[in-house]
DNA sequence: GAGTGTGAAGCAGTTCACAGCG
DNA sequence: CGCTGTGAACTGCTTCACACTC
């Protein structure tokens, strides 16, 4: 019988709180294979770059899963957390755009090695249609709606010019997808009930920027 | 206690508005160029995703730079945020990192358009070293240091792999470089002087990949 | 009238401090 | 004794509501 079987609570965990289990999992896995079994709030919060005791509250979302005097079971905690993540199973993703965003993407390791597989690549560039990316065959965006049903896809990646984001997502959206991650420099709408995750690469660099401005002076 | 210290206006922007205005000024640019001269906060809500009061809220943190009943104006609130950005000149960055991701932000152009210039490229993989990534030279890590000195590098780009990234990053900020960007997998650890954020690709598909799992059940 | 600027209220995430358990 | 789990205090961002101004 296992000791942590606790329900995984129904409550819904702050977004923040779900980023850093993306984190601690790393650090687990990190963890794991240096044979170290058993893990506390404040090495957890060392190695990412946080406090002891944001780590026990944000593992506290997770139902009883440490031991007083002893600090949380590595492998357990593993579990847990991917559980939580949604990596149990895989996910089968579209990528939309193959250009350099987008292969880089497409090439990028660790979402294969955490289950996300990029089984479809739509671009509507016609020298790349047909041609290969990896082992995927790039089609072009008609049928999108029927290629993503037919491929079943879980979650769609945007890499497209801002001007045709937009429209291509409100496909994506009409064909069912429940969650998107857009790397298109615009902010998406989609419907509340689906997933969506803006990522400006120009919003870190500009904050660095401000940062560099307000020190100088 | 001191007095004194309680009347000096907190000019701190905080992190969460800054993130934003980077957002805003990329509307403001769109606007520019449609050739419309004033915008009001509702504008910019609906097109950031956000609320007419948050705009306000945000953009007040620069003055009173609107007028009541007209809105904001075009090029002057453009102005203002290009310069609280820190986007009035260009900055000195290096790339660390010429893999498939130092490599995909090496071509970005958004990056240059917005006056981040890379002019140094480090690599120690000896094959590429040498070579060229666009017009820039290929260098190793050996003189690391000097080199970010004599090349007047104001930021750097982290794209190395993770085990290497934490020595890399502590001869960057001894070479007194004040503003990091990290690529690589792990959470950097700087001096408080320094600006650093952290750039997780997992994160966000993790946090999909959670959302998705959530709705599910 | 339209739309800004802003105190005040509300809310969410973080930190504290300590009781409780192994 | 060490370390978790957690209410309570705190901090800081967001939303509200309305006085104010163009």
């Known amino acids: 019988m296992n000791t942590f079987t606790n329900r995984i609570p129904t409550n819904r965990i702050p977004d923040a709180t779900v980023r850093r289990f993306s984190l601690y999992l790393r650090y687990l896995e990190d963890f794991g294979r240096s044979g170290i079994s058993n893990v506390a ?12 005791a944001q780590v026990r509250k944000d593992l506290s979302h997770l139902g009883s899963v440490g031991k007083r005097g002893l600090g949380y079971s590595v492998p357990a905690l593993t579990r847990v957390l991917r559980t939580v993540l949604g ?22 390791e660790p979402f294969r ?32 709606q029927c290629v993503l049903q037919e491929d079943g896809i879980d979650l769609v990646i945007v890499a497209v ?57």
């Not at 199973?89 to 880089?104: D, E, H, K």
């Not at 597989?117 to 047909?130: A, F, L, Q, R, S």
């Not at 997808?177 to 995750?197: F, G, I, S, T």
């Open 41 to 52: 709030s404040g090495v957890l919060a060392d190695r990412g770059g946080t406090t002891a």
């Open 161 to 217: 010019p801002a001007r045709v984001a937009q429209s291509l997502v409100d496909r994506v959206v009409a064909a069912g997808v429940k969650a998107v991650l857009n790397y298109a420099p615009v902010q998406l709408r989609v419907p509340d009930d689906v997933a969506l995750r803006n990522v400006s690469m120009l919003v870190e660099l500009e904050s660095l920027s401000h940062a560099l401005t307000r020190s100088r002076q």
């Open 87 to 108: 990596l149990d199973s895989t996910w089968r993703v579209a990528l939309l755009g193959a250009g350099r965003i987008g292969t880089a993407l497409f090439e990028y």
């Open 113 to 144: 090695r955490r289950g996300f597989n990029i089984v479809t690549v739509i671009d509507n560039d016609p020298c790349k249609v047909g041609s290969r990316l990896g082992d995927v065959r790039i089609r072009d965006e008609k049928g999108l």
